[in-house]
């Protein structure tokens, strides 16, 4: 099965709003509401910020969003911040052998 | 304090084996499995494997079933992932990854990572 496919980078100055896409198929995206979102900034480790398509874990500002429309899911920041640079990976239940398929990584840069 | 703890940084040769370990403390054993995700340099993340350390179910990715073997002791809740041979082409770091013990749960908790570098 391929990785999601997310556009190479995106660009926003402060306070403006960026929306990062994640096409799959009807396979994984399409087929289930267990889309995830991962902020990874430069140097460390993977940090969850978007889980169920667009549920927010414990501790993540409301700055970030998720929805889902047919095979692709979105991720929106909402008032950017430099502190936002970072990449970003969405990843989507594929089935009981195939739980995790993560998506291609998008680069985020504040202007 | 919830966290994973990942084994330090290894350098091998090729065809060496190598084990590298996680271990999860402060929550239920049983709440939870383990995972490992891969990222080469400069890459992206990519699914390894995944077990619970209660009662050692697993699933391991079809990418790379031919390469590794997970592994769990429940009694340190510990998850272990393990090369017969090691190959360049596995250096990278491997991160430790926790998530709820219900299929299409998001790994809401990541270790470290631990770097493996594979060189003659």
């Known amino acids: 099965q391929s990785a999601l496919t997310q556009p190479r980078s995106v660009s926003g100055s402060p306070g403006q709003s960026v929306t990062i896409s994640c096409t799959g198929t009807?396979?994984?995206?399409?087929?289930?509401?267990?889309v995830s979102w991962y902020q990874q900034p430069p140097g460390k480790a993977p940090k969850l910020i978007i889980s169920d398509v667009s549920k927010w874990p414990s501790g993540v500002p409301d700055r970030f969003s998720g929805s889902k429309s047919g095979n692709t899911a979105f991720l929106t920041i909402s008032g950017l911040q430099a502190e936002d640079e970072a990449e970003y990976y969405c990843?989507?239940?594929?089935?009981?052998?195939?739980?995790?398929?993560f998506g291609t990584g998008t680069t985020v840069t504040v202007l | 304090e919830v966290q994973l703890e990942e084994s330090g940084a290894e350098v091998k040769k090729p065809g060496e084996s190598l084990k590298i370990s996680c271990k999860g403390s402060?929550?239920?054993?049983?709440?939870?499995?383990l995972g490992w995700v891969r990222q080469m340099p400069g890459k992206g993340l990519e699914w390894v494997a995944i077990i619970s350390p209660a009662d050692s179910s697993l699933r391991v990715s079809p990418s790379f079933e031919a390469r590794v073997t997970i592994s769990a002791d429940k009694s340190i809740n510990t998850a272990y992932l393990q090369w017969n041979s090691v190959q360049a082409s596995d250096t990278a770091i491997y991160y430790c990854?926790?998530?709820?013990?219900?299929?299409?749960?998001?790994?809401?908790?990541w270790g470290h990572g631990t770097l493996v570098t594979v060189s003659s």
């Open positions: 009807s396979s994984d995206v399409g087929r289930y509401y267990s």
């Open positions: 990854a926790r998530r709820r013990a219900i299929d299409a749960s998001p790994f809401d908790l």
């Open positions: 990843c989507s239940y594929a089935g009981t052998y195939i739980p995790y398929l």
């Open positions: 402060g929550y239920r054993l049983n709440d939870y499995w």
